[in-house]
């Protein structure tokens, strides 16, 4: 077969055209060979690096393009461990050098691995390839202890304690302290402490992750308290945070620390400084400021009292021991998940008289010892979505409280769980027996009288007085919390001034109401006949225990 002339100069167009674009592709992705890439850690302190867990490592990757040719888009991989975390793209020049930050924050101790990577791809045709690694070793040393109570000064102090928090025990706290008046989760007793750590924690609590509080009283009538932050927090956190309040601020070198001075309000200050993993504070009233305490030989408290109690939710969880120098006031507590929807915090004390035996609640028996739950109202005076339910139990001179925050809906199923948490402090000997605080009440719209409410035995028990002039028969009666109803049957019949007792199950949302919580209002309509006419009177029962 003859190919004709002017046939093949086409054909040699066409392959002269496709090597063209061939050359042009490889000469995109596969630059000349005389390129080398090195990517180091220039600028970064030699040798390995350490650090604090949640403390940022600041890194500065140097992309240096040694050959002739530029590079457009290169692809640079930074790893964590082997693990990629970033795949940056950088374009450098011939002859110069392309820089980028490498920043990585270890939640946790132990040796990482920083490393980059360029052309990971192996897009480009490098002879040296060493050159386009290089790693350094970062050792992150375990924190400090949570031990804020080391930095209270020992000289004239009254009593002391401290907490030691995790984010669910820190969240746990502000959300009593804010919704419920309840003192042990007032986090401080300064006001201007208070003013400043309670907006500054409210814009960094999500970047706490563990948080130790010590208090200490003298006998000069001041106090000390101590605070350490640790998480995802800059050194200069409390600086800002101050210049964001309007507070004057200083930074000065008090005792080889670099201290951030906040004057809170007359007579009141915070010292911050950066150690061992910890953003930590200082604060104090009266005439010893916290730099004068900080720059002073004073003795600190070397450790607390050595005691403790069982903790149903393990050492992980533990978020206070107190003291008195008295001798006579001891307690620690505790917070935690019980189930998936609890969050519970749990206490034990004792020290001087077991306290009132009076309940405002529901009492329930658990073999010797006796427990009173009650329902704790919020500040608002509203009905929240979540319910706040305080256990108590006093045994053996032991002062036991569980507050269970949850679901309102879920206020049935928790006072059980609350008292068997009481009860897994497995402290033996005599239980104080509760009596009821408060008389049940329930009353009618009309016709009727209504007195000894109860609940026992899985139903309401009332006894309803005929108030009228006429005989009455009563036909059913309903009784609910919210929501729908099963109508109990009834067959009695009274004559004016004769009364009778009503037994009724009780409702929430169409589900029978197996036992009783703490202080629940119930809604009550009785069906009745009169001289052979049909009425209905509506009322309402609410019952303590």
């Known amino acids: 077969m003859s190919v004709d002339k002017e046939t093949y100069l086409w054909i040699l167009f066409v392959v002269a055209v496709a090597a063209v674009s061939a050359y042009l ?56 461990n082997g693990n990629t975390t970033y795949v940056y793209g950088v374009s450098v020049p011939p002859g110069k050098i392309a820089t980028f930050g490498f920043n990585y924050t270890p939640d ?78 007032n986090m401080t007793g300064m006001p201007g402490l208070d003013a400043f750590m309670t907006p500054f924690l409210t814009v960094v609590g999500s970047a706490v992750e563990n948080t130790s509080v010590a208090h200490a009283d003298y006998y000069n009538s001041s106090s000390v308290y101590s605070i350490w932050l640790a998480g995802y927090l800059k050194p200069s956190t409390i600086s800002v945070g101050a210049k964001g309040m309007g507070l004057n601020s200083t930074q000065e070198d008090i005792g080889g620390r670099n201290v951030t001075r906040v004057e809170l309000k007359y ?143 879920k206020i049935l199923d928790q006072i059980p769980v609350s008292v068997g948490i009481l009860g897994a402090f497995n402290i033996s000997g005599k239980s104080v027996r509760f009596t009821s605080g408060i008389l049940n009440v329930c009353s009618f719209s009309s016709a009727f009288g209504c007195r000894n409410a109860s609940f026992s035995g899985n139903a309401l028990r009332i006894t309803v007085v005929n108030a009228g002039a006429s005989n009455v028969s009563f036909v059913n009666a309903t009784c609910d919390v919210y929501g729908s109803a099963v109508a109990e049957k009834l067959g009695q019949t009274i004559a004016p001034g004769e009364n009778v007792t009503l037994e009724l199950p009780c409702y929430e949302a169409g589900k029978r109401v197996a036992s009783m919580p703490a202080g629940m209002l119930f809604n009550l309509n009785l069906n009745y006949t009169s001289d052979g006419t049909g009425y209905g009177s509506s009322g309402s029962a609410y019952v303590i225990g």
């Open 25 to 80: 592709i490889y000469s995109k992705y596969y630059p000349s060979q005389s390129i080398s890439i090195s990517v180091g850690f220039l600028g970064s302190v030699p040798g390995n690096l350490s650090a604090y867990p949640y403390q940022r490592v600041n890194l500065t990757v140097y992309v240096n393009n040694t050959g002739t040719t530029p590079i457009t888009d290169m692809g640079v991989g930074t790893l964590v």
């Open 108 to 185: 946790r101790s132990g040796v990482y691995n920083l490393s980059v990577v360029a052309d990971p791809s192996g897009l480009y045709s490098i002879k040296d390839r060493q050159g386009t690694m290089a790693s350094v070793r970062l050792d992150v040393m375990q924190s400090q202890e949570a031990e804020a109570f080391r930095e209270l000064p020992s000289n004239g102090m009254r009593s002391f304690g401290s907490e030691n928090l995790k984010t669910l025990g820190f969240l746990f706290y502000s959300y009593l302290s804010k919704d419920y008046n309840i003192s042990q989760f």
């Open 267 to 409: 007579n009141e200050s915070l010292c911050s400084w950066y150690s061992n993993g910890w953003i930590k504070m200082l604060a104090s009233t009266g005439s010893r400021g916290c730099a004068a305490l900080l720059s002073s030989n004073v003795s600190r408290v070397m450790s607390l009292p050595n005691y403790s109690v069982r903790n149903p939710f393990g050492q992980n969880y533990t978020v206070g021991t107190y003291r008195g120098f008295d001798g006579n006031s001891v307690s620690a507590g505790y917070t935690g998940f019980v189930g998936n929807e609890s969050l519970v915090y749990a206490g034990v004390s004792t020290g001087g008289a077991a306290g009132s035996s009076i309940c405002m609640g529901t009492i329930q028996f658990s073999g010797n010892e006796s427990f009173c739950s009650e329902y704790v109202a919020p500040l608002s005076g509203g009905i929240n979505a979540t319910a706040l339910v305080r256990t108590r139990a006093e045994i053996a001179g032991y002062n036991l409280t569980a507050l269970s925050l949850v679901n309102t809906s």
